[in-house]
């Protein structure tokens, strides 16, 4: 075998050890288009108009039919706005893969600011079993940062459409991003789990995309909210906190002794198309950014290669070899990497410029002071 074979062998094997052969999540961008112009958004074609093609979404059903029976992907429309792109263009886009769901092999979701939302789309929702998830940052104040193209706050609307969701009985999960809330988690939780949620996502606001010059909240004041978060879940045990969640997830999981369950699990390749078929893995977050030392981060075209054909190739893209050795450093150097498993991708190449990194202010604010404040919370009640 030549040094040129057996480095490629080695790339393919390491590749395969890390990552999951089959994408259980696969995010589709129907439009680049927001209605929105929020103030931390990290996506950088927002204002425009370019909207996917139904070949680009016949073309990933078409790679989906090949995907092993037993298993399910989740597609998930993802922004811009996919609502932007209007119902109609939606329920096309969507027609590809009706045979796959109806056979359970594929679930559709959707990450929606809701502004949009009317009756016309909750029968859509309705119809094709759309799992939705809606952003709001908390109460009026703290969702000051979601404004329209004019400047105009979207709180009012956003409530409206989630009110709509719970008049038509579609059940709905909400993501907050934590900026400016990040002292006041109890207020927050309350008025999010008012709303009706199945679920509560806490994302601290992070470095990534465009939005990469705001002072972003420290390790301590995560520890507080954190703190706060889980005292505030003690009381309000029927609303699951989706961070929370994983944690006690892991703990459970390792109690029971299913580590190596647990430690089976490989990294999703997360495959993003873009409207135009082109897929970023990995990070939807890298999809439009280019980079000297990356380029434009592409795998590959589904107009042009299968999903199984771009993950077989993605070992030889310099981000993802150097993402893979980023997660072995990760796995010899840090004590959180049996429950986090690695730090995102995204996060690794928005905050250090590149891929083979560790740590990450991500990783601190959102994982090791989650941990840290679960350990003083269990100090203070043996103590």
């Not at 705001?214 to 309000?236: E, G, M």
């Not at 970023?280 to 107009?303: C, M």
């Not at 070992?315 to 990497?337: D, I, N, P, Q």
Request: charged share 25%; proline share 4%; hydrophobic share 40%.
């Amino acid at each position: 075998m030549t040094r040129t074979n057996a480095g490629e062998r080695e790339a393919a094997d390491r590749f395969e050890q890390w990552v999951a052969p089959r994408a259980s999540l696969l995010v589709l961008q129907p439009t680049t288009l927001c209605n929105l112009d929020c103030s931390y958004c990290y996506l950088p074609f927002r204002k425009k108009r370019q909207e996917m093609p139904v070949e680009v979404a016949e073309a990933v059903a078409a790679s989906l039919a090949d995907v092993p029976p037993n298993h399910t992907t989740e597609v998930c429309w993802h922004g811009g706005e996919p609502l932007a792109a209007g119902p109609e263009k939606l329920a096309a886009l969507m027609a590809p893969f009706e045979d796959l769901r109806r056979a359970g092999r594929v679930r559709h979701s959707l990450q929606t600011n809701a502004t949009l939302i009317n009756d016309t789309w909750c029968d859509l929702f309705i119809e094709h079993e759309v799992s939705v998830g809606v952003s709001i940052d908390g109460p009026a104040d703290l969702n000051a940062e979601r404004t329209d193209w004019s400047g105009r706050p979207a709180y009012d609307r956003i409530v409206t459409g989630i009110g709509t969701l719970a008049r038509r009985g579609i059940a709905f999960s909400l993501i907050a991003v934590v900026g400016a809330g990040i002292g006041r988690a109890t207020e927050l939780l309350d008025f999010l789990s008012g709303l009706g949620p199945t679920s509560i996502g806490l994302n601290i606001e992070e470095f990534e995309g465009v939005n990469a010059e705001r002072t972003q909240p420290t390790p301590q004041q995560a520890r507080t909210f954190w703190t706060d978060v889980f005292t505030w879940s003690a009381a309000h045990q029927g609303v699951e906190v989706r961070e929370l969640d994983r944690l006690g997830r892991y703990l459970r999981t390792i109690r029971a002794g299913g580590r190596q369950w647990w430690e089976s699990h490989r990294f999703d390749p997360l495959p993003t198309v873009a409207f135009d078929g082109d897929v970023v893995l990995l990070s939807p977050e890298l999809a439009g950014i280019r980079d000297d030392r990356y380029g434009d981060f592409l795998a590959g075209n589904v107009l042009e290669q299968s999903l199984n054909e771009i993950l077989d190739g993605a070992h030889r893209l310099r981000y993802v070899s150097e993402f893979l050795a980023g997660l072995a450093a990760c796995r010899a150097t840090c004590g959180f990497f049996d429950f986090c498993r690695g730090a995102q991708a995204g996060n690794r190449y928005f905050e250090n410029g590149r891929f083979d990194t560790t740590e990450t202010n991500f990783c601190r604010v959102s994982k090791q002071e989650l941990v840290h404040a679960l350990i003083d919370i269990t100090q203070k009640e043996t103590n």
